[in-house]
């Protein structure tokens, strides 16, 4: 499988209008856009060892599962210990991102996986880096605070309390990831009222290593707005059934976890997805971690599920729709989306 510029789709559908095609990223993890050379600099001033492991080549990082994955992801994160450490790679990520046709983007950040910042230092240099980016390219961003799920449910209520004490109008909701094996969707209930009644939106990480009692837990139990992930919901009809009628946005991430260097990615079974009539949206996940940026997964899309510019500009709007932006923004990037695919027809 090639993802290339150079190569583009073979749908008929041009790499330059997929390239210009409007997109919201609903699913990106701040930790994982760190680029290597940014990471390498950031420990080496903070005296943080990023495992060997991890070594760079091609701009990208090494490692061979899901669970090692982690290990890198965390000591990544752990090289951010400062306001202007967040701001700069929250602005360096969103310019990248709108350099591939990202107009919209909502970072996850897990506030408990940096202990030696307090979350409004953090949330001080993510905005101050949001603000440059749209300044400056006019991506707009959006942030989404995540439990780390290994911490448990009384560490999750806290952080939403300390979430609440400190409100602005960019954090939008909050959102569970970190390792599915660590800690059920029900050990978080309180938090996620707790979120919901101070007028958060909520999602959370599903399903992702299959197991479907987690996506079942994650609706009945959390009441999320949006799902992320949720692949394991196909291994059950009714719960797949149950998602294609609620139409209940699903961030879903092309490439599969943690794939080995030498495997570009493989297919998560998206064409499945569509066939039941979900509401899936396509996201990075951790694009300078797993690699790649919105825009090669969109050529992959494009080229794995034969997309037609109907199903490209579905594919475009979907990502805006499921956002949580609030109403006036998203009626406004609404017009922009619908004016920039009118200009861009052409191209396909």
Not at 152 to 179: K, M
Not at 319 to 334: N, Q
């Amino acid at each position: 499988m090639n993802t290339s510029l150079e190569t583009g789709p073979t749908t008929g559908l041009s790499k330059e209008y997929l390239l210009a095609l409007p997109k919201a990223e609903l699913h990106c993890h701040l930790g994982g856009c760190v680029p290597t050379e940014m990471a390498a600099r950031l420990a080496k001033s903070h005296g943080v060892e990023i495992p060997e492991s991890a070594v760079r080549h091609g701009g990208r990082y090494r490692f061979a599962n899901f669970d090692e994955g982690l290990i890198v992801l965390n000591a990544v994160t752990s090289s951010m210990q400062t306001a202007r450490d967040f701001e700069e790679v929250t602005y360096e990520s969103l310019k990248v991102a709108a350099s591939g046709g990202v107009r919209y983007r909502e970072h996850y950040f897990d506030p408990q996986n940096h202990p030696k910042l307090s979350y409004p230092e953090m949330l001080k240099g993510i905005l101050a880096g949001a603000q440059a980016a749209e300044d400056e390219v006019g991506v707009v961003s959006r942030i989404v605070p995540a439990i780390n799920r290994e911490l448990g449910g009384e560490a999750a209520v806290e952080l939403v309390r300390e979430i609440i004490r400190h409100p602005h109008e960019y954090v939008v909701g909050i959102g569970l990831d970190s390792d599915e094996k660590a800690g059920r969707p029900s050990e978080f209930v309180a938090a996620y009222d707790l979120a919901r009644e101070a007028g958060l939106k909520l999602s959370a990480h599903a399903g992702e290593h299959g197991n479907p009692d987690e996506v079942e837990e994650a609706l009945d139990l959390l009441k999320v707005d949006r799902l992320d992930h949720g692949y394991a919901a196909l291994e059950d009809a009714e719960l797949s059934s149950r998602l294609a009628a609620s139409q209940l946005p699903v961030a879903a991430c092309w490439f599969v976890d943690y794939p080995a260097w030498e495997v570009p990615g493989r297919i998560r079974d998206h064409k499945a997805m569509a066939a039941a009539g979900w509401n899936f949206t396509i996201n990075s996940d951790d694009p300078a971690l797993i690699g790649p940026e919105l825009h090669d997964c969109y050529f992959d899309a494009a080229t794995q599920m034969g997309w037609t510019v109907d199903d490209a500009e579905r594919y475009s709007l979907a990502g805006l729709e499921g956002s949580f932006a609030d109403s006036p923004t998203k009626d406004r990037l609404r017009a922009e989306f619908e004016a920039e695919l009118e200009r861009i027809r052409p191209l396909a």
